[in-house]
């Protein structure tokens, strides 16, 4: 992990600390600790202290340690629950979202993860009811056909809940939430492929019960609407990707005269990057790829463009739902959807008969 990426996630895990109230003596652990705790260098903990303190949350007193601010970002207005699948991959930046949004209107954030398990989900949701938690912000868990567990409802929760990045399966539900468009995100990489003159698409995907079914009903319409056929010249779908089934598609995208893929997600984009270099075949000169989520596009050996989900937004209106939920009970639900924006970098250029 590059320098400044281990900085902003430690930032990211001490500012989660003080809005979870980790530290309830206002005292954080010494920065010598907190590098053992962490496993990063001295050096990366000052830095991120550093960020902290410029941002107000924290303050250092010379030869006792770091205290936090007592600031609107740090006082203890109502709780709120935050339940996500992971900590790891996507979910971060959401969090974030949420946190920042909760820390300006003074409150703080009860996180737990599940990793993706839903007998933890279900106890992670009764801890923070029994702890007090005013609202909740959720992202279950889905069956494989992209319905929660038994269509659960969330009425029985007790307190209001906002759903994050569900609310698309059927059959259709009442609860509020706040979701990326992504078949809208998988319009925008179609249309910036045909711009460049590609009109034969691949695509491969993750299986994935909530986004990848959105992403397949975006290119059909997209390729529709071109007056091309519905379906990609090439479609393939995995549960996990390895570098001898990238290496496949390459060789079928190369028969089929395939000259740019559109990949669910970054990880299985920069799979076949890597496979196409071992066979001589040139990014983007030969074949343009497209990456989606933008978690590591940047970090690819060719910097992919990538469909990147408005991750931080779906955090702060989860928040905003909510505490309008709280402050007006009989207001009408609120279910809203966000548009992806595209981020070009050097994995697509024009089509090899356009050079």
Request: aromatic share 4%; charged share 25%; net charge neutral.
């Given at each position: 992990m590059?320098?400044?990426?281990?900085?902003?996630?430690?930032?990211?895990?001490?500012?989660?600390?003080?809005?979870?109230?980790?530290?309830?003596?206002?005292?954080?652990?010494?920065?010598?600790?907190?590098?053992?705790?962490?496993?990063?260098?001295?050096?990366?903990?000052?830095?991120a202290?550093?960020?902290?303190?410029?941002?107000?949350?924290?303050?250092?007193?010379?030869?006792?340690?770091?205290?936090?601010?007592?600031?609107?970002?740090?006082?203890?207005g109502?709780?709120?629950?935050?339940?996500?699948?992971?900590?790891?991959?996507?979910?971060?930046?959401?969090?974030?979202?949420?946190?920042?949004?909760?820390?300006?209107?003074?409150?703080r954030?009860?996180?737990?993860?599940?990793?993706?398990?839903?007998?933890?989900?279900?106890?992670?949701?009764?801890?923070?009811?029994?702890?007090?938690?005013?609202?909740?912000?959720?992202?279950?868990?889905?069956?494989?056909?992209?319905?929660?567990?038994?269509?659960?409802?969330?009425?029985?929760?007790?307190?209001?809940?906002?759903?994050?990045?569900?609310?698309?399966?059927?059959?259709?539900?009442?609860?509020?939430?706040?979701?990326?468009?992504?078949?809208?995100?998988?319009?925008?990489?179609?249309?910036?492929?045909?711009?460049?003159?590609?009109?034969?698409?691949?695509?491969?995907?993750?299986?994935?019960?909530?986004?990848?079914?959105q992403?397949?009903?975006?290119?059909?319409a997209?390729?529709?609407?071109?007056?091309?056929?519905?379906?990609?010249v090439?479609?393939?779908?995995?549960?996990?990707?390895?570098?001898?089934?990238a290496?496949?598609?390459?060789g079928?995208?190369?028969?089929?005269?395939?000259?740019?893929?559109?990949?669910?997600?970054?990880?299985?984009a920069?799979?076949?990057?890597?496979?196409?270099?071992?066979?001589?075949?040139?990014?983007?000169?030969?074949?343009?790829?497209?990456?989606?989520?933008?978690?590591?596009?940047?970090?690819?050996?060719?910097?992919?463009?990538?469909?990147?989900?408005?991750?931080?937004?779906?955090?702060e209106?989860?928040?905003d739902?909510?505490?309008?939920?709280?402050?007006?009970?009989?207001?009408p639900?609120?279910?809203?959807?966000?548009?992806?924006?595209?981020?070009?970098?050097?994995?697509?250029?024009?089509?090899?008969?356009?050079?």
């Amino acid at each position: 992990m590059a320098r400044g990426r281990k900085t902003r996630h430690l930032a990211d895990e001490l500012r989660r600390g003080i809005a979870e109230l980790r530290w309830p003596a206002g005292r954080l652990p010494t920065e010598q600790q907190l590098a053992r705790d962490q496993g990063v260098s001295l050096n990366t903990v000052r830095r991120a202290v550093d960020l902290l303190v410029q941002e107000g949350l924290v303050y250092r007193r010379q030869g006792s340690g770091t205290y936090v601010s007592d600031t609107p970002a740090t006082r203890t207005g109502y709780a709120v629950g935050v339940v996500v699948p992971s900590l790891t991959y996507y979910y971060p930046r959401v969090v974030a979202g949420i946190e920042g949004e909760l820390a300006r209107r003074g409150c703080r954030m009860l996180l737990r993860s599940t990793d993706w398990d839903t007998a933890r989900e279900r106890q992670a949701v009764d801890e923070l009811v029994a702890a007090g938690a005013a609202g909740l912000v959720l992202v279950p868990t889905l069956d494989d056909d992209g319905s929660r567990p038994g269509n659960a409802d969330l009425a029985p929760l007790g307190p209001p809940a906002v759903l994050v990045e569900r609310g698309t399966h059927l059959p259709p539900i009442l609860d509020e939430f706040v979701r990326s468009h992504h078949a809208a995100g998988a319009l925008l990489a179609v249309e910036h492929l045909l711009a460049l003159g590609h009109t034969r698409i691949g695509y491969l995907e993750r299986t994935a019960p909530h986004t990848a079914p959105q992403i397949r009903s975006g290119l059909a319409a997209a390729l529709e609407r071109a007056g091309l056929p519905a379906d990609p010249v090439i479609t393939v779908s995995l549960p996990r990707w390895t570098a001898h089934d990238a290496e496949a598609v390459v060789g079928r995208a190369v028969e089929s005269g395939v000259t740019a893929v559109i990949c669910f997600a970054d990880h299985e984009a920069t799979l076949l990057v890597a496979a196409a270099r071992r066979r001589g075949v040139r990014v983007p000169e030969d074949l343009s790829v497209i990456g989606y989520d933008d978690e590591i596009a940047d970090l690819c050996e060719v910097p992919l463009t990538a469909v990147s989900p408005p991750k931080k937004e779906l955090g702060e209106r989860a928040v905003d739902i909510l505490a309008a939920r709280l402050a007006d009970p009989g207001a009408p639900r609120r279910q809203e959807t966000l548009v992806p924006r595209l981020v070009v970098r050097e994995s697509t250029g024009p089509a090899p008969q356009s050079h």
